[in-house]
């Protein structure tokens, strides 16, 4: 490790040149003492859980916000969300910082790709100021260009893109059916569904009769009416009854209002307060591109003005890569009178209006038809066309170098991966030129093929050059060797980690022999151990398309494990976690399942559908389960004992002792969700949030039961000396040797140990676990039930986020699915995974339009050999790789 108090050739201490951190104790950090260089690329590593995000960003990144803060005033600082006041002694030498996270992009479908890298204001701007105007329309403003805005948005989706209709189908089913058998399945459940049929009796329909014996015109006023008429009900009655309650004037249960199916679903979606209720009832409303502006998003006039013979509709619809080569030409000044695709468009009515005069028997050199052709710029409008043409270009090819030239400006946030949008991010700070600022990654690999890998690295040292520190948490191997220092956190997670074990050169983590980065950073990667398993059969898929999919034929090897590989964005996750997972489905007759995000309940009306069959293996698959990367829970009261079920075990356990017994406390006494365990203070939430005025909300430890969440009484009853609050703060691996004896508790547990989870806490609230977390959450869980061997498993991208220790432990569970009979299919980036696969499926060769086709398919060794395979070189080198070359030369 270099001398921080060495003095460089400038005469400027080496020691003000470094970070220096003294006793960091945030989370499992055990009083960290360590000095990282600026102006540097550093990558924190160490196993999953062990304390490389609490120094990186829980101390380092936080210190630098608060500091910034403190200048900031105090109305203003309550009004930005704040990481806090980091446990740590002092921070010295620490620069303003920047931090780029791991994060789903905003749920609202409005913002885009072009709004987050700010792109589309410059084509608004480029087709408003230098746009081909239809001829005697006013100049446009650029909001007119923008679907976020009134003055923009087509009148008709009102900037969606899409219309949504309730239908009779979407609501009745199944006509077979009768009202009384809940035919209208847009109706509310429970009573609010009985009480709209007992009206349709008092009304006269007879809600007994199959739905479609009904007469037209009484379904479509059930369903359609704005009507809300107010009748006597009488709870309970037959219809018989009912009319004779009505002819004596019986008096009523009470009068109810009817309100139409149709009218039910949009006001319910319009003004629910709950997620469930509007995700309920947007299952009812269906989705179809808007006839006016054909998915656009624009109002017409905005339609009607085009830059290079595309309206800006169909220039945000363009891959990335594509709008560069369109907007090529305006960049260098080049533009014609008649541009692009209108030129085509117009040479070709003009040629065939000719051939049609010739056919005729006139002159072929006579006038040719009016056709409008753009005219031309004037020089202001081919300067300002320039300017701004270049500046998209250079954005768009910082975009590109990331591996991000397949998405589209009109991609919404709510559909791209972590991974994609803090590579957006981290394109945007590029192209800022800010100097001397820390940026703090939360693992920008993630999600990479390895071929968008070494574009990532150069992204990374552009921002080193332009004179900034960068402080990554990496997991990924090669961004490990890439760097200039590296800060191992370990050895284990949880309260066995929490020390730095390393700081300095990547090559002397070599001599750490406690490290467990050390062990694959250095020794290599051993050939596969075992033979390909041989499958039992094979599951056939035809005609795939689906996004960049287009007609393809696949097959999966059944009782194997199958790993999908591919650059980002060549249709992987389009044929296995969505065409597959959907086709197998239907045809188990499950529901698919739902794609949108929270917040955007009406994206399950909006994405795309799969066309294909599947043309045979059925037969050998009874189930499917889709283990993928969204959060266990939305609230703090979802957690790791709640979602697997072993807290149903333990508080069974609770409710069994002598104390509880006695007391007559059941198993709902021992929830923090029940009022009658409770504390009543935080209501179960651990703690309460304190109002400053202008300064931000402080949460603190509840003053009555100091986190515990639970009342005074519910704590008075231990298990083995432990109340509930203390069995919720173990770890994992803890909880393992207090639960030894009661296999209902042991069993999960053991399963999230083997899995990687140990250092975990029982209690540990959904909404603090990564995505990578909360799928092998989901994984244990699943391993958890019986195997009987017929079930087919489907992972996206299982590694990510994890140390390839985890990835070795991840490894051992799912070739244990296998081995039980089971089939296993992934979608996958880490080179190790694939190359120890039974199978290999590669695609691409490209990414969106340049992708959606099956490369290769065979054994990694065979899948390796493909020329045209993206994967296969990385492939190669692994499979052969000799442990003395485990460390490349930068």
Known sequence: MKNPDEVNPSGIPARDRFVRVRGAREHNLRNVDVDIPRDALVVFSGVSGSGKSSLAFGTIYAEAQRRYFESVAPYARRLIDQVGV??????????????????????SARSSVGSVTTLSSLLRMLYSRAGSYPRGQPMLYAEDFSPNTAQ?????CHGLGRVYEVTEVSMVPDDSLSIRERAIAAWPPAWHGQNLRDILVTLGYDVDKPWRELPRKARDWILFTEEQPTVPVYAGFTPAETRAALRSRMEPSYQGTFIGARKYVLHTFATTQSALMKKRVSRFMVGSVCPRCQG?????EALGVTFAGYDIGELSQMPL???????????????????????????????????????????????APDVRRTPNLSEEKRIAAQRIAHDVLERVSTLQDLGLG????????PTLSPGELQRLRLATQIRSNLFGVVYVLDEPSAGLHPADGEALRVALDRLKAQGNSIFVVEHDLDVMRHADWLVDVGPDAGEQGG?????GPPAGLRAVAGSHTAHYLFAGFPRRPRAPRRPRGWLQLEGITRNNLHRIDVSFPIGAFTSVSGVSGSGKSSLVSQALVELVSSHLGHEPPPQEEEGDELASAAVGITAGRIAGGMDAIRRLVRVDQKPIGR??????????????????????????????????????????????????????????????????????????????QTLKITWHDRNIAEVLGMTVDQALGFFAEEPAVERPLRLLQAIGLGYLRLGQPATELSGGE????????????????????????????????????LMVQLDGLVEAGNTVIVVEHEIRVVAASDWVIDMGPGAGGEGGRIVAAGMPEEVARVSSSRTAAYLAKLLTADPADAWPRR
């Open 86 to 107: 980091p446990a740590v002694d002092a921070i010295d030498g620490l620069p303003p910082a920047v931090a780029l996270q791991q994060q789903r992009g905003t749920p």
């Open 152 to 156: 923009g948005a087509c009148p008709a």
């Open 296 to 300: 656009k998003r624009l109002k017409t």
């Open 321 to 367: 890569s594509q709008l560069a080569r369109v907007l090529e030409p305006a960049a260098q000044g080049r533009l014609v009178p008649l541009e692009g695709k209108q030129a085509v468009l117009s040479r070709a009515a003009a040629r065939r209006d000719t051939e049609r005069r010739v056919a005729a028997g006139g002159a072929s050199h006579e006038a």
């Open 406 to 413: 397949y998405l589209s400006l009109d991609r919404s946030t």
């Open 499 to 503: 020390q730095v074990l390393y700081s």
């Open 635 to 712: 609230t703090p009261r979802s957690n790791l004992a709640t979602y697997t079920g072993l807290f149903d075990a333990v508080r069974k356990l609770f409710a069994s002792t002598r104390a509880a017994r006695a007391r007559r406390y059941d198993a709902g006494r021992f929830s923090f969700n029940v009022a009658k365990g409770r504390c009543e203070t935080c209501e179960g939430e651990g703690f309460v949030s304190v109002e400053l005025l202008f300064m931000p909300s402080v949460y603190a430890p509840c003053p009555d039961c100091h986190g515990a969440r639970y009342n005074e």
């Open 774 to 809: 909360a799928q092998r959450i989901k994984l244990a869980t699943e391993l958890q039930r019986a195997q009987r061997g017929d079930t087919l498993y489907v992972l996206d991208e299982p590694t990510t986020g994890l140390h390839p220790a985890d990835v070795d432990k």
